[in-house]
């Protein structure tokens, strides 16, 4: 069964960091892409960014590019979200997703079949 996990979520200032982790299991971690996600209050699930199978080609939201790095330890089984330069409009819940094929590459819409239960972020000004 799959789950994912998500932490390292909290409160910081602005310009504070952050790293958030998810914790995958019950299923072959290293053939899948990934990706995060998140959702501010009264707004849309928004894309962040996504990683390939190894971190061969990585893809960032315009809004987080420069500021927010995702990687991967497939040994580890752990998806992560390095955020430096925070600002309160990345105040959301943020959320890990896995992508539904595997050995796939991040063109065309993405497919995402399971979704963690998400992690708080809080930044104030």
């Known amino acids: 069964q799959v789950h994912l996990v998500e932490s390292g979520g909290g409160s910081v200032q602005t310009g504070g960091s952050l790293r958030l982790s998810c914790a995958a299991s019950?299923?072959?971690?290293?053939?899948?892409?990934m990706s995060w996600y998140r959702q501010a209050p009264g707004k849309e699930r928004e894309f962040v960014a996504a990683?390939?199978?190894?971190?061969?080609?990585?893809q960032y939201a315009h809004s987080v590019k420069g500021r927010f790095t995702i990687s991967r330890d497939n040994a580890r089984n752990t998806l992560f979200l390095q955020m430096n330069m925070l600002q309160p409009e990345d105040t959301a819940v943020y959320y890990c997703a896995k992508w539904r094929r595997p050995y796939g590459s991040l063109t065309g819409p993405p497919d995402l079949d399971y979704w963690g239960q998400g992690t708080q972020v809080t930044v104030s000004s």
């Open positions: 019950g299923f072959d971690f290293s053939s899948y892409s």
């Open positions: 990683i390939t199978l190894a971190g061969g080609s990585i």
